[in-house]
């Protein structure tokens, strides 16, 4: 008792000087809270026979906790899993330019909405149209907030109260169980589906034509692949049969590219500019995987059907704010200098790092990382693996790449090992893939920040 009298109150810990700083940077009510809780904890301890700390650990307590509090999961990390655009790790980096572009955006008012030439209301859309537009050869383009939206607005406008047609082959789910059918259901647009899950046929689409048809929609699977004996009916064709009935065409592009792939060294992808070319009446596609900037959706093709779905009331409730629209503009404009996307564009850059690159600098790491490791019973080795881009985008094809491969000795240590990096103050996110923690390197670009963060893993599991 004579122990837990000598305990420091509350108030005596918040004036001692050590104490300012957490005031200063937290605020008085943060650390007070915090500090009951430490106290309280140190004398039910006692209570048991635990000694009591000195002020200097008391402090330290204080800290951790604060310090545990006031941290984000939304924090940097490093992305060693192998896939480029993860979606649950926030899919494409952006751009240094669309960085600063969308910094300004916040600091400082910007004419959203203000066309700066007539001092008059302008349209928010108007600051990516003509970049759209000069990029996809399409007549019109508009925002939303994503490619669902885009989807979503895109049927609700066209075909409410009617008939959409789309091959069973096409009727994907994409992530989080979001399903084609569902959207056109939300749309108030009438599925119809025609072919088979493999093959369907020009005649299909022409059979299921109807007075109440308002569209046919077009898919591109690209978070899977059927193969074998298939059969699809090219855009082209499909845009034919939809001129031909005074219908209209939307081709669905999911992630979308604005530039051929294969310039990269990556496997063939639709462009939106072919998609366009091809006849589609509208494309939508997103702005945050292939293209590389931020959450965005993007319906572009005819003036009047894009002038429709302006007039929708559901596209305020999905528009786009300044600061994605300022870094989507700037991220944009670096297509208009495609010899130099891959060093200026994060998501081309690391898709098109060679696996020789990769591989030398898992060589070069791999002493540091198994200076830190060994010591706690693993084993470190390089070993040559395989990327995927990510987020629906060539979902079977790989790209050749290096890192890491660490296995433990004991049943349990590769899971254990896996919490104690993502406990990490930059967590580390690897797989776990054939009995070892396997870290692909492709996206590793601050070698000397990953070493740091491993070498506090101690602290964090492995103790």
């Known amino acids: 008792m004579d122990e837990l009298r000598a305990l420091p109150s509350v108030d005596q810990m918040l004036k001692a000087p050590a104490c300012s700083p957490l005031v200063e940077r937290y605020g008085r009510l943060v650390v007070t809270e915090e500090l009951r809780k430490v106290l309280a904890e140190i004398r039910a301890a006692a209570r048991t026979g635990t000694a009591i700390p000195d002020g200097a650990d008391i402090l330290a307590s204080l800290m951790s906790r604060i310090e545990y509090r006031d941290r984000s999961n939304l924090r940097p990390l490093f992305n060693l899993t192998g896939t480029v655009l993860h979606t649950n790790l926030g899919r494409a980096l952006l751009a240094e330019e669309a960085i600063a572009a969308a910094v300004d955006a916040m600091r400082e008012a910007a004419a959203l909405e203000l066309d700066l030439d007539t001092g008059r209301r302008g349209e928010r859309d108007s600051h990516l149209r003509e970049l759209l537009c000069e990029l996809t050869g399409a007549e019109d383009a508009t925002i939303v907030n994503n490619n669902a939206a885009a989807v979503l607005i895109a049927l609700g406008t066209i075909g409410q109260g009617r008939e959409a047609i789309v091959s069973r082959g096409e009727l994907i789910e994409i992530g989080g169980a979001f399903r084609m059918p569902d959207i056109m259901e939300r749309a108030d647009v009438t599925l119809v589906e025609v072919g088979t899950t493999n093959r369907t046929h020009a005649r299909d689409y022409g059979n299921a034509i109807r007075p109440e048809t308002a569209l046919i929609l077009k898919v591109h699977t690209s978070n899977y692949r059927i193969e074998g004996f298939t059969a699809e009916v090219p855009g082209a064709e499909l845009a034919e049969i939809a001129r031909e009935a005074g219908i209209a065409l939307l081709n669905d592009l999911g992630s979308g590219t604005l530039v051929d792939l294969t310039r990269f060294g990556l496997a063939k992808e639709p462009t939106v500019r072919e998609a366009v070319a091809e006849g589609a009446d509208l494309v939508t596609f997103s702005g945050d995987k292939l293209l590389g900037g931020p959450q965005a959706g993007f319906i572009v093709g005819r003036k009047d059907l894009i002038a429709r779905i302006n007039r929708n009331p559901l596209k305020r409730a999905l528009r786009v704010d300044k600061i994605r629209i300022a870094a989507m503009a700037a991220t944009l404009k670096l297509y208009r200098d495609p010899d130099r996307l891959a060093e200026r564009l994060p998501t081309l850059r690391l898709l098109a790092r060679r696996q020789d690159e990769i591989r030398a600098q898992s060589e070069r790491i791999a002493p540091a990382v198994a200076?830190?490791?060994?010591?706690?019973?693993?084993?470190?080795?390089?070993?040559?693996?395989?990327?995927?881009?990510?987020?629906?985008?060539?979902?079977?094809?790989?790209?050749?790449?290096?890192?890491?491969?660490?296995?433990?000795?004991?049943?349990?240590?590769?899971?254990?090992?896996?919490?104690?990096?993502?406990?990490?103050?930059?967590?580390?996110?690897?797989?776990?893939?054939?009995?070892?923690l396997v870290l692909d390197l492709r996206c590793l670009v601050d070698e000397t920040g990953f070493i740091e963060s491993l070498s506090q893993v101690a602290n964090h599991g492995l103790a």
Do not use: M, N
Request: aromatic residues 4%.
């Open 371 to 436: 200076r830190v490791l060994t010591v706690h019973g693993y084993s470190v080795e390089t070993c040559i693996c395989h990327s995927q881009i990510g987020s629906g985008a060539l979902p079977v094809d790989t790209i050749p790449s290096a890192g890491l491969r660490i296995t433990g000795k004991t049943g349990g240590a590769l899971e254990k090992l896996a919490a104690a990096f993502r406990g990490l103050p930059r967590p580390v996110l690897g797989r776990l893939q054939e009995g070892a």
